[in-house]
C-alpha cells in the first residue's frame, strides 16, 4: 500500500507540475512593440495611423483572444517622428515580453536606414509598409527587411502611368513639364531617381523642390512653381503639416488642383480638411480604399460602443491613415498566425516571423474573411520578392471625401525589379553582403 500511495502521490505532483507548465505557457502574452508618434508636427497623421494599429490589436484580443488564442501585448513608444528617438524607443522594446518584440514597424523612413545593420544582428523583420527603402523588395539582399504592399519607386511609376494616361499616352509626355516637391529627407529623396530614370525615357522635363522640415515655409516654392516654371503637374513627397500648407500655396499661385498628385502619405484627411476649399479637386494615390469596410463595422461594435477605441471619436474610424494603421496590423498578426501555425500556438521570436512573412499570402478570399475586402489589396511574398504587387489607385477630394478615380493601377514591374536589383546589388557589395539563394 505504500509503494501505492507513494506512486500515486509521485504521479499527482508530476501531473501538477505539467500542468502548472501548461497554463503558464498558455497564460503568456505575445508582445507587440509599436513605434508611434502621436506628439509633434507630424501628429495629424500619426495618431490616426496609431489608431487604426491599436484598434485592430485589441479587436483580436477582445473578440479572439489574440491571434490562436495568444493574447497580444501592445505597447507604443512615441518618438514624434525623431530618428534618434526612434532608435531609442527600437531599443527599448526590442527584448520584451517572453521571446521579445516579433517585428518592427517604425513608419518613418529616417528610422529605418538607422535600424537597417541593427535587425540583423537582432534578428528582429522590419516590416515598412509602402515606405522605406523600396529596394528591399529584394529579399535575396534584404533578407529581415518587408516592404509590402508597395515601394516608393513603385508610386513614382504609377503617378507618371496615370499622368501619361491624362495626356493620352506615355508618347504625350515629350516635352512636358512635371515638378517634384518633396520633404527634405530620406523619405523626400526615395522616389527621385525613378523620376529621373522615367524623365530620361520619356522626354518630359523633371524639377526639384525639396521643402525643410516640418514644411510651413513654402511661399518661395510655389512662387517660382506658379509664376516662374508653370509645370504642366506636380508630384509631392509631403508628410505632416508640410501638405496642406502646399495644397493652399498652390491655391494662391492658383495652380490647378486636379494636376497637383500626392503620394499615399500626402493623401490623408488631415492633409486637406484644413485647406478647406482650397483642396477640393486635389488628387492622391492610396494602397488602401476609400470608404466604410466591414471591419469597421466590426471595430465599432466590438470597441466603440463600450468605450474601448484608441480614437477620441469613432468617426475617425476609416480615414485613410487609419486604414493604414488596420492594414499593417493584419500583416504583421497574419504572419504571426502562419508562425505559430508552424510551431505551437504560443509567443513568437522574430526568426519565426521571418520565415512567415517569407512565406506570406495573404489572398482575396482571406482577406474577405478578415471584412477588408476593398480596403486592401491581395499581398503574396516569397523568399525573393519582399514587396508584392505594388498596386495603388488614384483618388481625389472632393470636399469631404476621397473618391476612387482609378481602379488599381500596375506599376511596370519590368523596369522597377531591374532598379531594385541594380540598387540592392549595389547595397550588398558596400556591406560585403553575401545575398542569399531562394531555390
Not at 509503494?3 to 503558464?24: F, K, R
Not at 514597424?105 to 538607422?114: D, E, I, R
Not at 486637406?272 to 488602401?288: C, E, L, N
Request: aromatic letters at 10%.
Amino acid at each position: 500500500m505504500k509503494q501505492i500511495t507513494t506512486g500515486l502521490l509521485a504521479a499527482t505532483i508530476v501531473a501538477t507540475s505539467l500542468i502548472t507548465s501548461t497554463n503558464a505557457v498558455a497564460a503568456e502574452s505575445q508582445f507587440v512593440g509599436a513605434l508611434v508618434y502621436r506628439s509633434g508636427p507630424y501628429a495629424p497623421a500619426g495618431v490616426p495611423y496609431a489608431d487604426g494599429f491599436s484598434d485592430y490589436i485589441n479587436l483580436l484580443n477582445t473578440r479572439d483572444g489574440g491571434v490562436n488564442g495568444v493574447n497580444l501585448d501592445l505597447e507604443e513608444c512615441d518618438f514624434g517622428y525623431n530618428t534618434d528617438k526612434g532608435v531609442e524607443c527600437y531599443e527599448r522594446l526590442k527584448n520584451k515580453g517572453p521571446t521579445g518584440m516579433p517585428a518592427v514597424m517604425p513608419l518613418s523612413t529616417g528610422v529605418t536606414y538607422a535600424l537597417l545593420d541593427r535587425v540583423v544582428a537582432d534578428e528582429i523583420p522590419l516590416i515598412t509598409s509602402a515606405y522605406g527603402r523600396a529596394d528591399a523588395a529584394d529579399g535575396t539582399v534584404f533578407p529581415w527587411v518587408f516592404v509590402p504592399p508597395t515601394t516608393y519607386w513603385a508610386g513614382a511609376d504609377i503617378g507618371i502611368n496615370y499622368i501619361a494616361s491624362e495626356e493620352g499616352g506615355y508618347d504625350q509626355l515629350s516635352g512636358k513639364k512635371i515638378a517634384l516637391v518633396y520633404h527634405q529627407s530620406a523619405y523626400g529623396k526615395e522616389p527621385i531617381k525613378t523620376l529621373e530614370h522615367l524623365a530620361a525615357e520619356h522626354g518630359f522635363e523633371l524639377s526639384l523642390f525639396p521643402v525643410p522640415h516640418p514644411g510651413l515655409e513654402q511661399k518661395s516654392t510655389w512662387l517660382k512653381i506658379g509664376r516662374q516654371l508653370r509645370p504642366d503637374y506636380v508630384l509631392m513627397w509631403g508628410w505632416g503639416v508640410m501638405n496642406s500648407t502646399a495644397i493652399k500655396e498652390a491655391a494662391a499661385v492658383n495652380f490647378p488642383r486636379d494636376k497637383f498628385i500626392g503620394i499615399w502619405w500626402s493623401g490623408n484627411e488631415p492633409d486637406v480638411i484644413p485647406a478647406g476649399d482650397a483642396a477640393i479637386g486635389y488628387k492622391s494615390m492610396q494602397f488602401t480604399g476609400s470608404g466604410t469596410f466591414p471591419i469597421h463595422t466590426e471595430i465599432k461594435e466590438t470597441l466603440y460602443t463600450k468605450g474601448l477605441g484608441s480614437a477620441d471619436s469613432a468617426d475617425k474610424v476609416g480615414q485613410q491613415a487609419y486604414n493604414r494603421g488596420v492594414m499593417a496590423a493584419i500583416l504583421l498578426t497574419e504572419a504571426m498566425g502562419s508562425a505559430m501555425d508552424a510551431s505551437v500556438n504560443a509567443p513568437v521570436t522574430g526568426k519565426q516571423m521571418q520565415w512567415a512573412l517569407d512565406r506570406l499570402d495573404l489572398t482575396a478570399a482571406r482577406i474577405d474573411e478578415l471584412g477588408a475586402t476593398g480596403m486592401m489589396d491581395p499581398i503574396k511574398l516569397s523568399c525573393a520578392d519582399h514587396a508584392g504587387q505594388g498596386r495603388a489607385k488614384m483618388t481625389q477630394w472632393d470636399g469631404s471625401s476621397w473618391q476612387n478615380i482609378t481602379d488599381f493601377i500596375e506599376p511596370n514591374d519590368e523596369l522597377l525589379w531591374k532598379l531594385y536589383k541594380a540598387s540592392a546589388a549595389k547595397y550588398a557589395a558596400e556591406k560585403g553582403i553575401t545575398p542569399r539563394s531562394c531555390d
